[in-house]
């Protein structure tokens, strides 16, 4: 199985910061990645797909880069509604699997 | 608009099989259709996925305990897990799994509002 290692774990920001969040496999899985943005008793939401596609519906404000092994989430310009946890999915190969998770929380 | 929906025992006791099944309404059943589950505090984890030409993958970790069905006449899947332990205790989602480029990088683009299975007896 592919390893995702999100890094960090948790951080606290303030708004209109800008905030960014790294996602390394432990092989390459080309720009095979997306970013879910989960709420507390919600479901994940699609945010990222193909490391760097803007799902319709997504604020700019959230953009992905990377390839090979290790990617970013960025999130510009950080609003009330965008503290939450946020994933990364490997879309390379099965089994999927997930980052653990980074939590943003407020400063 | 597709949404999707869980449904099934909220409690499950240790040894038995844990069956959930996911109603989806609008869209067409062509998809790959999947389970994901989060145990508290931890990431998610893919359980596997099922088609309506009759593929389907498990995750190797559950392999030897799941089985995820199809019918799409009454638009819905199902997923069982046997041989319960407390390890299985998550939240389960069922997903729908998309792919832009038909290249097999499909990711779960939508989700049901999840259930929670607690394992005791």
């Known amino acids: 199985d592919i390893q995702m290692t999100q890094s960090p774990s948790s951080m606290s920001a303030s708004l209109g910061d800008r905030v960014t969040i790294t996602c390394r496999a432990s092989q390459s899985i080309s720009r095979w990645l997306a970013w879910y943005q989960q709420k507390p008793g919600k479901a994940p939401k699609i945010l990222i797909y193909?490391?760097?596609t803007l799902e319709s519906g997504v604020p700019s404000r959230f953009s992905g880069s990377g390839s090979g092994t290790d990617f970013t989430l960025t999130i510009s310009n950080l609003q009330p509604e965008d503290f939450a946890t946020y994933y990364c999915?490997?879309?390379?190969?099965?089994?999927?699997?997930f980052g653990q998770g980074t939590k943003v929380d407020i400063k | 608009q597709v949404q999707l929906q869980e449904s099934g025992p909220g409690l499950v006791k240790p040894s038995e099989t844990l069956s959930l099944t996911c109603s989806v309404s609008g869209g067409p059943m062509i998809y790959y259709w999947s389970w994901v589950r989060q145990s508290p505090g931890k990431r998610l984890e893919y359980i596997g996925y099922?088609?309506?030409?009759?593929?389907?993958d498990y995750n190797p970790s559950l392999k030897s305990r799941v089985t995820i069905s199809l019918d799409t006449s009454k638009r819905q899947f199902s997923l069982n897990l046997s041989f319960v332990t407390a390890a299985d205790t998550a939240v389960y989602y069922c997903?729908?799994?998309?792919?832009?480029?038909?290249?097999?990088?499909?990711?779960?683009?939508?989700w049901g509002q999840g259930i929670l299975v607690t394992v005791s007896s």
């Open positions: 997903a729908r799994l998309y792919d832009t480029n038909a290249q097999g990088h499909d990711w779960f683009d939508l």
């Open positions: 999915l490997q879309a390379n190969s099965y089994p999927r699997t």
């Open positions: 193909d490391a760097s």
């Open positions: 099922v088609h309506h030409t009759g593929d389907a």
